[in-house]
């Protein structure tokens, strides 16, 4: 069963503490994305990489976010400090060789900052 | 202005009718479009990828793309219950060489509501 699996589902955290968050892509998938959702904000892109290289991550607030991807299996986000206004959902999503634009999410992390 | 743009609704439509949902974008280059499907709690589902004028059918979906227009729709027909979800439109650029960057783009969504 080929699907996008990330931890941990749910976090609650205090303000200025370090979070991290992880993606397993679809195995053989070389494009990974991160997004943010929120009600006001919608869905929006963080960063994506290919070939596990960053391409974009305009996104993303670089003071206190930050994006790799260790080997093919594994992509982390990071959110050091938090701020009560990170609080979102957090989605990773994998796309294939054949690309053809598709991307596949996965269930996302529901992160909230106190 | 938006680069793409869905009416945020609520949409609401009686069991068994058809249920029509639109977007517009505003980049002339967008060559690959997608609608997702998103449940309460739960992540984007993909049900309809288009990349050519005209109509593309899978099951009770219909997908409609008119590129002169900037123009994507997205047609449920004999619409369920089960299909009660917010619906997000997404559009994604090519580079000169027609391969795609991978960046979609979303809207804000239409909430579909299907009362029986």
């Known amino acids: 069963d080929a699907r996008v699996t990330q931890t941990p589902r749910d976090k609650v955290t205090e303000m200025g503490q370090e979070v991290t968050m992880r993606c397993q892509p679809i195995?053989?998938?070389?494009?990974v994305f991160w997004y943010r959702q929120t009600m006001m904000q919608g869905l929006e892109l963080l960063a994506y990489f290919r070939n596990r290289a960053p391409l974009d991550d305009s996104g993303m607030p670089k003071d206190r976010f930050s994006a790799e991807m260790p080997d093919a299996t594994l992509a982390t986000l990071k959110i050091q400090p938090s701020e009560p206004r990170d609080s979102a959902v957090y989605f990773c999503a994998s796309g294939g060789t054949s690309w053809n634009g598709e991307q596949f999410f996965g269930p996302g992390t529901r992160l909230t900052v106190l | 202005q938006k680069e793409v743009e869905q009416n945020s609704g609520p949409l609401s439509v009686p069991e068994g009718a058809i249920a029509s949902l639109n977007c517009t974008y505003s980049d002339r280059v967008s060559q690959s479009f997608f609608w997702y499907r998103q449940y309460s709690g739960k992540s984007p589902e993909l049900i309809m990828s288009?990349?050519?004028?005209g109509d593309k059918e899978d099951g009770r979906f219909t997908a409609q793309l008119n590129k002169a227009s900037q123009y994507v729709s997205l047609l449920i027909r004999d619409s369920q219950p089960s299909d009660s979800a917010t619906y997000l439109c997404?559009?994604?650029?090519?580079?000169?060489?027609?391969?795609?960057?991978?960046?979609?783009?979303f809207g804000q969504g239409t909430i579909l509501t299907v009362h029986p």
């Open positions: 288009i990349y050519s004028n």
């Open positions: 997404a559009v994604s650029p090519s580079n000169a060489g027609g391969t795609s960057y991978g960046k979609l783009t």
């Open positions: 195995l053989g998938h070389n494009t």
